[in-house]
């Protein structure tokens, strides 16, 4: 069994920075694509991050310039860093990572359980 656990948010005012962190745990063979999304109430989730297991990222054009993902392969975590946070951030984020498990062999795409920010105005 594969567990994303994630955890950093919180409530944070405009302009303030907040970092997430998201743990994978389990029978990982390998570690590939990881990303953040989010997803604000009333609308649909959508991609804020991703990073590959060669450290290519790609961003959504909103966060761009504010929020920077990055992972630490030995340790099976990937993070975002949020600055300059603005109340169209608020949001629960989700971990999201492509990966294969041992014994026998077999992809999984796996999600967290999501973790709150929110940034008042």
């Known amino acids: 069994q594969v567990q994303l656990v994630e955890s950093g948010g919180g409530l944070v005012q405009t302009g303030g920075s907040l970092r997430l962190s998201c743990a994978a745990s389990?029978?990982?063979?390998?570690?590939?694509?990881m990303g953040w999304y989010r997803q604000a109430p009333g609308k649909q989730r959508e991609l804020v991050a991703t990073?590959?297991?060669?450290?290519?990222?790609n961003y959504a054009d909103s966060v761009k310039g504010r929020f920077t993902i990055s992972r630490d392969n030995p340790k099976n975590t990937v993070y975002l860093q949020m600055n300059s946070l603005k109340p169209e951030d608020t949001a629960v984020y989700y971990c999201?990572?492509?990966?294969?498990?041992?014994?026998?062999?077999?992809?999984?795409?796996?999600w967290g359980q999501g973790t709150l920010v929110t940034v008042s105005s």
């Open positions: 990073i590959t297991s060669g450290d290519s990222t």
């Open positions: 389990g029978n990982i063979f390998s570690l590939n694509a």
């Open positions: 999201n990572a492509h990966l294969v498990v041992a014994g026998p062999s077999r992809y999984l795409e796996v």
